[in-house]
């Protein structure tokens, strides 16, 4: 009989440190599939029934086509260079080639990104992200662009504004990236910079270039169906903890911290929101309540990572009130027509976040700022760093002129191309019927 081998103290040690790490990247790698699924949820069923709810019903079917429509577009340009151009090595401001075709994206962890997870984890999750963001410029100039146009624009503006973006914040060697030591180190958990500010401002700057729609603001153009904004809205915030909660890429306290902050700022802005239009009309409604909570979810998405849960109420409940204000009030003012309120929401629910997040980030929930000796520094200006304020402002200011000017100049290109706008007859008739032959309806409804 043979006797077994006998393992020193430091062999079984090393052996038990092997299990431990393999049932981590095991547990971070099961989270992260699941954030991804949660994260394109958010865009279809979830972004394409808030958004379809919120148009006149001959306008049903083509607005959540242009949700369906990213899911595809996007995840084929990703593939094919897009997280290249995002995450890739390049410069401060734009990815390299190496990832063409996803090239060398595979089930090896890249350690500039996450030690746990396979690459190709980190890329599928972060094209969900992609996907959303120009999805939510749609409801700028819901009921009145050219589906081609629309895609022509959105395919143009993934790779003009998102993709550089995506690589100043997130990607190695980018300009605002605190994470790996970038020269303007700007605090974005989630996507407050990347995704909201920019999509908010772009949307706002199509809402001025195509012009008001027909009948806009004389007529009325209600919702047609609450019921389905609810339950996309609903949704939302459901696969919201797979955007925040997931941006800690692992399985950890992290995580666990991401979403306690996001519930509670969802949850907050609800009542903020709410509170502001009982206030000023009278009585709260269903569509006010569930857009304020979009508002805080948009809101603490950049500080989700970074503050603590009493913090995220009050982010939640000033973004709230903002929101509720620039959608009442300052639309009506200027006279812009945003149609499903994407700027009012995105835009300045983004730029919110942003800033605050320099206010109430703290190095106990994340110590991901570190001096030239790789010792913590204190986060925000509640920790005494009022630096980083001044860091986020200049973030918030990058991802704005780049919104502007990305966007300006690709309507401008699109336009003369293939035209921005459906004509007179195809916006009365209904862009369901003009763009794509068919209707949401088959019977009477209001």
Known sequence: MVAPPIHSDAERIAELEQRVAEAKGSADNSWMLMSSALVLLMTGPGLALFYGGLVRKKNVLATMMQSFAMMCLVTIMWGVFGYSLA???????????????????????NPDYSATLPHQTFMIYQLMFAIITPALITGAFAERMKFKAMLLFMALWTVVVYSPMAHMVWGKGGLLNA???GPIPTLDFAGGTVVHVTSGVSALVCALYLGKRI????ESVPPHSVVLSFIGASLLWVGWFGFNAGSALSAGSLATSAFVATHFAAASAAAGWSLAEWKRGGRPSALGAISGAVAGLVAITPASGFVKPMPALLIGFIAGIACYFMVAKVKARFGYDDSLDAFGVHGAGGTIGAILTGVFAVSAVNPILKDANGNVMASGLIEGNAHQLLNQLAGVAIAWILGIAG???ILFVVDKLVGLRVSSEHEIQGLDLSQHGEEGYNWETS
Request: proline letters at 6%; a negative charge.
């Open 407 to 409: 966007t300006l100049a």
């Open 179 to 181: 994470a790996l030591g």
């Open 87 to 109: 995450f890739g090595q390049g410069n401060s401001f734009i990815g390299g080639f190496d990832h063409l075709f996803l090239r060398g994206v595979g089930g090896e962890p």
């Open 215 to 218: 009948g806009y603001p004389t």
